[in-house]
């Protein structure tokens, strides 16, 4: 039923990511076995805090599945082996491609390791969830064609973005004219970092956006002539001009 629902043609293409039911465990590696199955990272971190409690342990677990890279993920299993032998042990004992990005595979393009997709959905739907299955399923097709509707109007409305940081400070792109408060826009002519986030926003490839100053085309005109060599003394053009005298100088003492 999973692969009918999900129509599913090749299982490899595919991540799930649980709580770690157990139930939700076993279906998936019997019906979609190829598929990768992700553990969320804070349902796993509620399971380990129960033996090793505080903050020094959360913030080491997370850095390893935050690793992106192998070497990195067995630098802070090797920090926390020195923390706590059994901690270490108790990590080693969940297979890293389950939890960290480490080990994750490529062909998706997500590095979710937590399943808050899933609890928002949750929330946006507590309501119709009272409902009978038919009324559920009603308002959950009329909410997903409302955002649908949503996303696509955002990538087609307005030229003029605003974009925060995270300490609060406010730029403003005009995706129109290529031009950023912060001018640096301006000054190279590759879109910066708040002209990507409007790119993303609008649903456009930051490339487009650059200029063709850029460009291999550009590149090679600038190129495209050559220094010729001097032709000989004797062939040298000669002009009926006043010769040039040597300038007169001064030994200094």
Not at 17 to 39: F, M, P, W
Request: aromatic fraction near 10%; include cysteine; glycine fraction near 4%.
């Amino acid at each position: 039923m999973m692969e009918n629902d999900l129509d599913i043609k090749n299982a490899h293409d595919y991540t799930f990511i649980s709580d770690k039911q157990k139930g939700l465990t076993n279906a998936i590696q019997y019906h979609v076995e190829e598929a990768e199955h992700r553990h969320c990272l804070r349902h796993l971190h509620n399971n380990f805090s129960r033996e090793f409690k505080g903050l020094a342990f959360k913030k080491m677990m997370y850095a390893i599945g935050k690793a992106s890279r192998i070497v990195d993920w067995q630098k802070h299993m090797n920090d926390i082996q020195r923390l706590d032998a059994n901690a270490h042990l108790w990590l080693s004992g969940m297979p890293a491609k389950r939890w960290s990005r480490s080990h994750f595979r490529c062909t998706v393009k997500c590095d979710v390791f937590l399943n808050n997709l899933c609890e928002t959905f949750n929330k946006r739907i507590l309501v119709a969830r009272g409902k009978p299955i038919i009324s559920l399923l009603e308002d959950i097709r009329q909410y997903i064609n409302e955002r649908i509707r949503k996303q696509r109007a955002a990538c087609h409305n307005g030229n003029e973005i605003e974009v925060y940081h995270a300490n609060g400070e406010k730029q403003v792109v005009d995706m129109k004219n290529k031009t950023c408060t912060c001018r640096k826009w301006q000054l190279t002519e590759i879109p910066c970092c708040h002209a990507v986030k409007g790119c993303k926003y609008r649903c456009q490839k930051p490339e487009d956006l650059v200029d063709d100053y850029y460009t291999k085309d550009t590149f090679m005109k600038y190129y495209n002539n050559v220094l010729h060599p001097p032709l000989p003394p004797e062939m040298w053009k000669t002009y009926e001009f006043m010769p040039i005298i040597t300038p007169l100088y001064t030994t200094k003492r």
